[in-house]
């Protein structure tokens, strides 16, 4: 990196003593006399000031801009040749596409202006008026835009970057809170509840208490597996997902019953399911899951759950609804991560979800999820 840059300097170095060593020939042959002298001089030193940009962009650029309006301000008292020259105003367009690449906005734009200030000063200089806008002006004035859409490109382009990184480190965070919020909210709610009902056990039926430990045991031993698996796929993202839909649901059905409610299922076959892509199948999993989740949190007088998992063509509906009593602080206790998480997962997939108390009593949440219709195995294989 660093070779390169002195090698792009040297380069540049070369070109600024070209643009130099051309300018005062035409200035000696048009002039006559020593009056290239100036000219190269002021020139030399804002294209050395260019050379050292790297240092300090912003004190260079100052420096540059203030010797170019020196000259500008000389040339027109002394009725010298027409200021910035060709290699001043090529150093100066360095300058300024540097400071507009690297500097604070506010920085930037005042070196932007100071440039363009000092390529409009040349009119002041200028010999000739052939036409509107004198020769001298309109080459200052283009090198100046020129270093400005120089400098603008790819300081652009580092803030689109930088916007997309911020993007996908946010979008892996979220996944990570959805996923350890699912995984642990779930399981750890589970174990909490089997620990409290085991204090009641062992205080009425002291010999029933080894029968609730293994059972706290076993959720443990479950929470610990689907950790792992949560870890196994943040390691790699690319690992696929595969969720039986009805297997999966009635094993969570069946230890949401273990709590004494009552649960009414309503699933698609397994055929159906077999052709739903995998971040479908892991979404209606999730959804039912936090939902039941909730329920045992937030509505322990729930005696009955209805979820039902349907497809309409293209729609797929997920609906979980209890039969609790309304509360008036419940919708407040519903308000945490889980709603959040499940929305995001559902919305990610260009679904809708809806979560609120149910006419009369209860709560129900409801997501709609859009399953594209598999082709036919003939039309896949013609395209």
């Not at 360095?94 to 506010?106: I, Q, T």
């Not at 300081?155 to 979008?171: I, K, Q, S, T």
């Not at 998480?341 to 997501?367: D, F, I, K, N, Q």
């Amino acid at each position: 990196m660093r070779v390169g840059r002195w090698a792009s300097d040297a380069a540049l170095g070369v070109i600024f003593a070209v643009v130099l060593a051309f300018w005062a020939f035409r200035i000696a042959d048009s002039w006559g006399g020593g009056y290239w002298r100036f000219d190269c001089a002021a020139g030399a030193v804002v294209c050395a000031i260019a050379l050292a940009r790297r240092f300090d962009p912003a004190r260079t650029a100052v420096a540059g801009l203030a010797v170019a309006a020196t000259a500008v301000l000389a040339a027109r008292f002394a009725d010298l040749p027409s200021e910035p020259g060709p290699a001043m105003a090529l150093g100066l367009a360095v300058l300024v596409g540097a400071a507009v690449r690297a500097l604070p906005v506010r920085t930037a734009c005042t070196v932007a202006a100071g440039g363009l200030a000092v390529a409009a000063g040349s009119v002041l200089t200028a010999h000739t008026f052939a036409a509107a806008v004198p020769s001298v002006t309109f080459m200052n004035v283009l090198l100046w835009a020129a270093a400005v859409v120089a400098g603008l490109c790819p300081r652009l382009l580092d803030a689109r970057r930088r916007a997309v990184a911020e993007g996908v480190r946010r979008a892996e965070r979220l996944r990570l809170a959805r996923e350890l919020h699912d995984v642990v909210a779930h399981h750890v709610t589970g174990i909490v509840l089997q620990a409290q009902a085991t204090r009641l056990v062992a205080r009425k039926s002291p010999e029933k208490a080894d029968d609730a430990l293994a059972d706290i045991e076993a959720a443990g031993s479950d929470a610990l597996a689907a950790m792992r698996r949560v870890v196994g796929l943040l390691r790699d993202p690319d690992e696929p997902v595969e969720t039986t839909i009805p297997g999966e649901l009635g094993g969570l059905v069946e230890r949401f019953e273990a709590g004494g409610r009552t649960v009414r299922m309503r699933l698609p076959g397994e055929e159906e399911t077999a052709t739903w892509p995998p971040e479908v199948a892991a979404t209606v999993y999730r959804v039912v899951q936090e939902s039941l989740t909730n329920i045992s949190r937030h509505a322990p007088q729930a005696r009955s759950v209805r979820v039902e998992v349907e497809r309409d063509r293209e729609t797929l509906t997920v609906e979980v609804a209890d039969d609790s009593p309304r509360g008036p602080s419940r919708h407040h206790q519903r308000g945490g991560y889980g709603l959040i998480g499940m929305r995001e997962r559902v919305e990610a997939l260009g679904g809708t979800l809806r979560a609120g108390p149910r006419p009369g009593s209860g709560w129900s949440v409801l997501a709609t999820l859009p399953v594209p219709v598999p082709r036919p195995s003939w039309e896949r294989a013609r395209r």
